[in-house]
Nanobody, 124 residues
Framework: QVQLQESGGGSVQAGGSLRLSCAIS????????MGWFRQAPGKEREGVAT???????TYAGSVKGRFTISLDNAKNTLYLQMNSLRPEDTAMYYC??????????????????WGQGTQVTVSS
């Protein structure tokens, strides 16, 4: 059973940075597609970035060049470094995973395992 635990959310002014972390346990992360998703109030959950240890990373167009997804092998931890944050980045952020890869889906339907979410709020 894959278990995911996010941390690192918070409040920041526009232009600031945050780093989200997601601790992975219960399954070898090297066999998982991993992703970050977000959901703003009244909107659908959308993909932000995906990664596999043996495959490419992908980004939503709205975050490309500002956000970086990465894996720390030694710590079994997934990260999302968010720079140049904008008010429209305000949302609950979730890490998610499914058994597959190395090419990972950008949509949420295949992701079986989800963390509890961490709130990111960006003020103007």
């Amino acid at each position: 059973q894959v278990q995911l635990q996010e941390s690192g959310g918070g409040s920041v002014q526009a232009g600031g940075s945050l780093r989200l972390s997601c601790a992975i346990s219960g399954y070898p992360y090297s066999r998982l597609c991993m992703g970050w998703f977000r959901q703003a109030p009244g909107k659908e959950r959308e993909g932000v970035a995906t990664i596999h240890s043996a495959g490419p990373t992908t980004y939503a167009g709205s975050v490309k060049g500002r956000f970086t997804i990465s894996l720390d092998n030694a710590k079994n931890t997934l990260y999302l470094q968010m720079n140049s944050l904008r008010p429209e980045d305000t949302a609950m952020y979730y890490c998610a995973a499914y058994r597959g890869g190395p090419i990972c889906a950008s949509g949420r339907l295949l992701y079986d395992y989800w963390g509890q979410g961490t709130q990111v709020t960006v003020s103007s």
